[in-house]
């Protein structure tokens, strides 16, 4: 029996090959957000969005502008660090739409997070130059963009700081990056995790790395180790997780808050997701993301009922770009995104909104919510994955 398409990088013996020199030359050429001067590891990307806020000490309740096409841990973060979630809207390409912020948006508003969506990088010149004459502090979410020029500047480079989720990149069991490159940061006093929580997250990397047959030579151990963890498991089973702090504001959005899982925000990264994000080389990740990109494209490109959301053949001109996943409209996407996920695809959208999110005239952002689905194509994804996946698509829309 085939093990089900990972879902997100899996450790494997290839993550630490060491490249040769062309290869290693190539990767020194590569910007990412990991190189900029000033950073400090968390626990997730969300995680990183509320120290973020927290190192800008904004006075309590000063608004943050979201974009109305989001996660709805992107606005989690912000109620928990004591503000106001306010939504801009955005334009087809993504980028934020200045013109839908009101002027008493742009008067109330402390800081502003602008998203790569998609793991496309785009340049935020103009955000800057917006933030820089309204004095709004420019918070640049890398979740989906680890690596990558974003124009002008490296990823990372635009903001006051920078936020990044490396376990979507990384076979790790967790971890974010709050990163600047201008700013010194404070120290954030996370709190040490225990045993119990370093045994589980190597434990979790392991057992998905043998479900996925990774590690071809430990099986006999392999299988062992997950006898360990279900012994571990049913010791913590019944035992609470730390508690989720209270946003101040729970008027809105309290269902979604515990979907968010924010409870861990103020503990430091597990031990072996360090060790392991110093270990594995990237040179294999950008490519083979770009392949797999690519090769959704080729085989999408004619298919009535859906299109690439990205048509522009530019898309990945840039060599240095790691696409998150690759973006694709749906005329009919509650149907297709249903029969995907019953059967295990690597597929998500981001269709649960934070409520009170407004409409906004000519905002693509609340299609985007409705009609497009994220084909992930992380480097864990074998070609055969990605054309059943692709067929799969086919045939429902067929």
């Known amino acids: 029996m085939q093990p089900p398409m990972p879902r997100g990088p899996v450790l494997g013996w290839g993550c630490f090959k060491r490249p040769n020199h062309t290869e290693k030359s190539a990767l020194n050429s590569f910007p990412s957000v990991e190189l900029l001067p000033y950073k400090t590891y968390t626990t997730s990307g969300r995680a990183a969005i509320y120290h973020a806020l927290r ?19 992107m606005v989690a973060p912000v109620l928990l660090a004591g503000h106001q979630p306010s939504y801009y ?7 934020p739409s200045l013109a839908s912020i009101t002027p008493e948006q742009a008067r109330l508003a402390g800081a502003m997070l602008v998203p790569h969506y998609f793991g496309i990088p ?44 490396l376990s979507k990149f990384l076979p790790v069991p967790e971890a974010g990056l709050l ?5 010194p940061m404070a120290p954030l006093n996370l709190q040490k995790q225990g045993a119990k929580a370093h045994t589980k997250g190597f434990l979790d990397i392991v057992e998905m790395a043998i479900l996925h047959e990774r590690l071809a030579g430990l099986n006999t151990v392999g299988n062992a180790i997950l ?61 083979r993301r770009r392949e797999n990109f690519l090769l959704y494209a080729l085989l999408l490109q004619d298919q009535t009922g859906c299109r690439p959301l990205m048509p522009d053949s530019n898309t990945l001109s840039d060599q240095s770009i790691a696409p998150y996943v690759f973006p ?7 149907r297709v995104y249903h029969e995907l996920r019953l059967h295990g695809y690597p597929v998500f959208r981001w269709d649960r909104i934070w409520p009170g999110t407004p409409v906004i005239t000519g905002d693509a952002g609340q299609q985007w919510s409705s009609h497009v689905l994220q084909l992930l194509c992380h480097q864990d994804l074998r070609e055969l994955d990605i054309r059943k996946t692709a067929a799969a698509i086919q045939q429902v829309l067929n």
């Not at 498991?233 to 019944?238: A, S, T, V």
């Open 55 to 73: 190192q800008l000490q904004l006075a309590s309740g000063r608004l943050v502008l979201l974009p109305t096409y989001h996660c709805p841990t």
């Open 89 to 95: 809207g955005i334009a087809a390409n993504g980028l």
């Open 122 to 165: 785009h340049s935020l010149a103009e955000v800057r130059n917006w933030c820089d004459e309204h004095g709004i502090a420019l918070i640049e979410d890398c979740a989906h963009t680890l690596f990558g020029r974003a124009g002008e500047r490296n990823v990372g480079a635009w903001g006051d700081f920078a936020t990044a989720s």
């Open 179 to 183: 990163a600047s490159g201008q700013r």
């Open 227 to 287: 006898n360990i963890k279900q012994t571990i498991k049913r010791i913590l089973r019944g035992k609470k997780n730390a508690q989720t702090p209270n946003p101040k504001d729970r008027s809105e959005g309290e269902d979604f808050m515990p979907a968010c899982d924010m409870a861990r925000i103020n503990f430091a990264p597990l031990g072996i997701s360090l060790w392991l994000t110093r270990k594995i080389t990237r040179h294999n990740i950008i490519q």
């Open 328 to 334: 694709l409209w749906v005329d009919d996407a509650d």
